[in-house]
Every structure is written in C-alpha cells, then in structure tokens.
C-alpha cells in the first residue's frame, strides 16, 4: 500500500519533499499540483527548477496542471502548460507521469499523449466525486475512448479518486459512499494503480485560537478507513492533501502568525501564537511549547527532517524562526513521514 500526498507545487512542499527519507521516499508516489501565482513570472519554469533541486532522483512525479489555463503561457510558446512541462521537466532528469481527467479538452488530452509518450511513465486518471465538482463519473464508453486517445493501457494509468474537501463527519459519510460507488463502477479496468484522496485541513488559520494548540480532525484518514470498509475490492492507496485544503489557495496578503499544523495519529494540533516579540521570534516560544506538549512524539526530532528543525528552535539553535515556506516546509515533512510510518506499521494512515 503506498502513500500519495497531493501537494501543491510550492517552495515549502517540494522543501520537504526533498528532505524525505529514502524509507519514506519508497512508499509515496507524490502529486503535485501547479498553483496560479500572479507574481511569478513564469510558474512553469519556477515548478520545473523547484522539482529538479527537490525531487530525489528515481522519483516519478506525477504533475497537475490542471489549475493553470490552457492557452499559451508566453508568447511564443510552441504548447500549453502540458507540453512544457513535459519538455522542461525533461531536460532536468525529472520524470514526469502527467495527470489528465475525463472531461479534459482534446489539446490537453493531445500534450499529455505526448508527455506520456516522451517520459514512458503512463498517466494518472483523476475522477471527482467532491460535493463541489460538477462531474459526473465517465461512463465504460468514455473510458475506453480516453485510453484509446491517451494510447495507453488501464496497466499504465493510475486511478485517483479524488473526494476533495471533508468538513464534517456527515460530509465525510456522504464522500466515503461515493468514492465506493466511483471504485466499483471503474473496477472492470485493471489499472496499474488505485488510491482515493480527500483533504479535511480548513481553509486557512482564520479564528484559531492565539497561543495553544487546537485540534483539527484528520476526517480524510477517517473517510478512507470508511472507504476500506465498504469496499470488497483491491484496497485503495490512501492520498490526502498534506496539511492544506484540497482548494487552490486564495492569495494571501500580510505575514501570517507563528503557526505550525502538527499531524498526530487522530487529528492535527494547529498552533497560532500572536506576533508580539520583533520578527518571528514568537515561534521560538511556540516551538518550545509543541517539544514540552504530549503531541510531541517519542521519536521527537529523528521522526523527520522538519522535527529537527523544529526542536533547533525550541532550543534555540538557529538564527532566525523562519516564516511562512519554512513552516509549511516543517510541517509537511513531519505529515510525510507520521502518515507514511502509520500506514507502514499499522495498515492505516
């Protein structure tokens, strides 16, 4: 059973991606999701250099476009967002597996043949069953022509069911019975890979508490175990989206408070401390506060590479506290390696 975290493709997730552990490393299968960014310049080249410094090497990257428009990025440009993907990740030594969905336009369709063809790792099929989306599952018809047009076996693609935002527990049931219903009306194909992913982490810190810790619970782990028990097939891989909401991000504006979203077995503890020493320092104080508390593992820094990092501030080690990359970086790496060790030793994430 692997892992596969849907990240979005920013600085903090591809930090901590490269920093997993070649243990952690053989268990995942990340996506990333390309985000919208008006004040980058050139999205595409900045995810390419970010995933050639970060993506370790033998590791397929399953890659999103799909948030992006589909017109020429540039002028000039020869192919939409696919197209140079495939092209840039390529001349890096970044395999690529591109993501495609049912209801793609055919010039989509055609840069992923291409980029499937040129990088030889398939392509992973994403189907919607979120309360938000407005698709309906591709009938056999649909699927048969998409393989055809993709002209790939359902041996070469991998299956994402992907149940989106779970904000309470009726809204997890409600998923939990779709994405079943999804997994058996596309069960007759045998496809190399199965994995239904859901995302419970709210949209953003907005009214947390100042100052201590607030449990946030992990409703897509508890929608996948649901899943699990309903469902007499194969099971699923389990995907999540890390410790963000599954949405693409509304741009932010300000600095954000001292935060960091711990991942425990049940349930994330945000912590939000208010800004009152200059800078960061205040995460010192909240880093401090996260070593001495019972959420603190046993394996305390070895646990991963942003619990290291996390212990040098409470210890006062480092210079700076960092900001808002780094401790999203932190706290994604620490949610790889919880997620992936919990379904390693005990078959649930």
């Not at 970060?54 to 948030?67: C, E, I, K, R, W």
Request: proline share 8%.
């Amino acid at each position: 059973m692997a892992y596969v975290p849907i990240l979005k493709g920013k600085a903090g997730e591809f930090s901590a991606l490269e920093h997993v552990t070649p243990a952690v490393r053989s268990g995942i299968r990340p996506v990333m999701e390309l985000v919208p960014d008006p004040d980058v310049r050139d999205v595409l080249e900045t995810f390419c250099d970010r995933a050639m410094d970060a993506v370790p090497q033998g590791t397929v990257l399953t890659v999103d476009s799909g948030a992006l428009p589909t017109v020429r990025v540039l002028a000039g440009d020869a192919g939409g967002p696919m197209a140079r993907l495939s092209e840039s990740l390529g001349l890096r030594g970044v395999a690529m597996c591109p993501v495609v969905r049912h209801t793609d336009e055919k010039g989509v369709l055609t840069e992923a043949v291409q980029a499937a063809a040129a990088h030889r790792r398939g392509a992973c099929l994403r189907v919607s069953v979120a309360v938000d989306s407005p698709q309906c599952l591709p009938d056999h018809a649909q699927i048969r022509g998409l393989l055809k047009v993709l002209r790939l076996e359902p041996e070469e693609v991998d299956l994402l069911i992907d149940a989106g935002p779970v904000d309470s527990e009726i809204a997890r049931d409600r998923l939990a019975d779709r994405a079943v219903v999804a997994l058996k009306a596309l069960a007759p194909w045998r496809w190399r890979h199965e994995c239904v992913a859901a995302g419970a982490f709210p949209v953003n810190l907005t009214g947390f508490p100042r100052g201590r810790a607030t449990p946030v619970a992990r409703r897509d782990a508890q929608l996948w175990r649901r899943v699990l028990n309903g469902y007499g097939g194969r099971p699923p891989d389990f995907g999540d989206f890390g410790v963000t909401h599954p949405r693409m991000p509304v741009r932010s504006r300000g600095t954000p408070d001292p935060n960091m979203r711990y991942t425990t077995p049940d349930a994330w503890q945000v912590f939000v401390y208010p800004r009152v020493r200059s800078g960061n320092d205040d995460f010192f104080v909240l880093s401090a506060d996260l070593v001495d508390s019972p959420h603190w593992p046993a394996t305390g820094a070895r646990t991963s590479w942003g619990d290291a990092r996390l212990k040098e501030c409470a210890h006062r080690q480092r210079p700076k506290a960092g900001g808002g990359t780094e401790w999203r970086a932190w706290a994604t790496s620490h949610h790889l390696a919880v997620v992936w060790s919990n379904l390693t030793a005990f078959g649930h994430p």
